[in-house]
């Protein structure tokens, strides 16, 4: 399935099921088919996104430097990392929060 976010100010934003349902479960919020960000939810979601990414910033230049175990280095996602993939929405995200907007999908 493929979301469409939108706000009156920006542009919007696609994304699949998979890295929408990421999102989605890292900022606690449950993804439904169609739904909205007020003005107040924006900023822990943008805080939750970018503690995220820190996180997934760490784990990958400690597996790196060789500060893991093996048995933890198969368990690193070997994919593009989180903060490339929610760059775009965390800007979408950041854009609304400036233009006091909200956010909708699906709608």
Do not use: H
């Amino acid at each position: 399935m493929l979301y469409k976010f939108q706000c009156k100010n920006s542009a919007d934003v696609f994304m699949l099921s998979d890295l929408t349902q990421l999102i989605f479960n890292t900022i606690d919020k449950p993804l439904e088919s169609k739904g909205i960000f007020l003005v107040e939810q924006l900023q822990p979601a943008i805080e939750k996104l970018e503690a995220a990414i820190a996180r997934d910033n760490e784990l990958r230049q400690a597996v790196k430097s060789d500060k893991l175990s093996d048995d933890l280095e198969d368990k690193t996602p070997k994919a593009d990392r989180f903060g490339q993939r929610v760059f775009p929405f965390i800007q979408l995200l950041k854009a609304a929060l400036t233009n006091e907007e909200m956010i909708t999908w699906g709608v």
